[in-house]
């Protein structure tokens, strides 16, 4: 079946601009995750929806990032006035209720020039 | 909080060498562990993981073993293929439950297998 899919994959935009990424996670798959990849760095925790309860939000660096997640679907991570700190590549991951393996998507990959 | 320190790359191997790359962790109550590999132009994805103390995961010819008393859970290949080539990533879940099964990353460890 379909895998976890992100766009856009690359994404260029100025200092100062707003940038939506969208995550579609797998069909089913009650828990996603958003993640940021800095270059030559790990990988750090963003913010964790399951279901409808509260999201986790802990990861997220500062006030101008957000997330939304429409029921079990699509995921919208938004970086308002973008930094150039904020430049990485952001990835989605999905997983069943229960299960521990998490299916991550390819990323979008932003540059904040 | 949870930690998790990887040895840094880049590893350099000839095909038919044993690979150990190391880890080890911090975290309070017991983790799960993971082992993620992302080859070149691919997305992440599981290599194998392990639940409680003295697991052995194993996939594609890898293992880790989880080490409580050494906090360690480190990656091992007896003979290495160039299609191995790739960055390998150590991960722990929180035991919390609340907390979901988000997952904190080593830094990443790239190997290159030549010929």
């Known amino acids: 079946g379909a895998g976890v899919s992100q766009s856009p994959s690359n994404k260029v935009t100025e200092k100062g601009k707003d940038v939506e990424l969208r995550c579609d996670p797998i069909?089913?798959?009650?828990?996603l995750y958003w993640y940021r990849q800095r270059l030559g760095q790990g990988l750090e925790f963003l913010i964790y929806?399951?279901?409808?309860?509260?999201?986790?939000k802990s990861g997220l660096p500062s006030d101008r990032f957000s997330a939304e997640r429409t029921g079990e679907s699509v995921s919208t991570l938004t970086i308002q006035r973008t930094q150039q700190e904020d430049s990485a590549v952001y990835l989605c991951?999905?997983?069943?209720?229960?299960?521990?393996?998490?299916?991550f998507g390819p990323g979008t990959r932003l540059t904040v020039t | 909080g949870d930690s998790v320190t990887q040895m840094e790359g880049p590893v350099t191997l000839s095909e038919e060498a044993f690979l150990t790359i190391n880890c080890t962790y911090t975290?309070?109550?017991?983790?799960?562990l993971f082992w993620y590999v992302q080859y070149p132009g691919e997305g992440l994805q599981l290599l194998l993981k392990?639940?409680?103390?003295?697991d052995k995961g194993s996939n594609k010819g890898f293992e880790a073993t989880y080490r409580k008393e050494t906090t360690s859970f480190h990656l091992e290949k007896g003979s290495v293929q160039v299609s191995d080539s790739a960055v390998y990533f150590c991960?722990?879940?929180?035991?919390?439950?609340?907390?979901?099964?988000?997952?904190?990353f080593g830094g990443g460890t790239r190997v290159l297998v030549k010929p």
């Open positions: 392990a639940t409680k103390a003295d």
């Open positions: 069909s089913g798959h009650t828990a």
């Open positions: 975290a309070t109550g017991y983790p799960s």
């Open positions: 929806f399951q279901g409808n309860s509260a999201p986790d």
């Open positions: 991951a999905s997983s069943t209720n229960r299960a521990y393996e998490q299916y």
């Open positions: 991960a722990l879940s929180d035991s919390n439950k609340a907390a979901g099964n988000k997952l904190t």
